[in-house]
């Protein structure tokens, strides 16, 4: 008479030992890879939705949810793992790197939202820069600097490369700024120099080509990081 435990199949041994690669292996073994696709789709029993499942009775599981438990660590109970989707949608694909827990999804979904608008942004701001290099609108803080909380959110599925684009892009960004600081330090300079020497501060600003608010904030910011150098 064989116990409970040795009528377990392969697939509820590996989770036992909480052993993802074991899970994968076990569930493989009823599963073929689509070379179009990189799909890994599954051959065993489905639901009538499509979904492929493994096991009957308690041990009963759908075999994505199954993969993406495993692959996250297999954390709680499966059956409160949050929704699981196919970036493939393919119902029957078990590929990791094709199922992705809701909430991940929903931030790689906010993360391509975001570069999108920023990628607009920049856009219509060179649009503009191209037409009216002084328009206030282009001495505002980027967007890109705003949403911090989004920003933050995101990072939790992070991978090292795209931690590494966003310090890159974080840097050239400064590095930008820095330097449009140091050329509009240097045309509120030559105003004050020319308005200095007699000239009105109108004609001096039409001689070195900024306008009056533009002007007058880099002016106040010339000043502070003056003040700031000399303590
Ligand atoms: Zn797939």
Redesign the pocket.
């Known amino acids: 008479m064989k116990t409970a435990k040795s009528r377990l199949g392969p697939v509820e041994k590996a989770i036992q030992a909480r052993d993802a690669q074991a899970v994968l292996s076990a569930l493989s073994t009823r599963a073929q890879r689509e070379p179009s696709?990189?799909?890994?789709r599954w051959t065993g029993n489905r639901r009538p939705n499509g979904y492929g499942m493994t096991g009957r009775g308690t041990t009963n599981r759908l075999v994505h949810r199954t993969v993406a438990w495993a692959v996250a660590g297999f954390p709680g109970e499966m059956r409160d793992f949050p929704p699981v989707h196919?970036?493939?949608g393919?119902r029957d694909?078990l590929?990791p790197t094709?199922v992705r827990p809701a909430t991940a999804l929903i931030n790689v979904l906010e993360a391509s939202v975001r570069n999108a608008v920023f990628r607009r942004v920049r856009t219509l701001e060179d649009a503009l820069r191209s037409l009216q290099p002084d328009h206030p609108a282009l001495t505002f803080p980027p967007l890109a600097e705003a949403p911090e909380p989004l920003l933050r959110a995101g990072r939790v599925f992070e991978t090292p490369r795209e931690r590494l684009k966003r310090k890159e892009a974080r840097d050239a960004l400064a590095s930008r700024r820095r330097e449009n600081a140091t050329a509009r330090f240097r045309q509120v300079i030559e105003v004050q120099q020319l308005t200095a020497t007699g000239t009105s501060e109108r004609d001096a600003l039409v001689r070195v080509g900024l306008g009056r608010r533009v002007y007058q904030h880099w002016a106040n910011e010339l000043k502070v990081w003056l003040e700031e150098d000399s303590k």
């Open positions: 696709t990189g799909c890994l196919h970036l493939c393919t694909c590929e094709h």
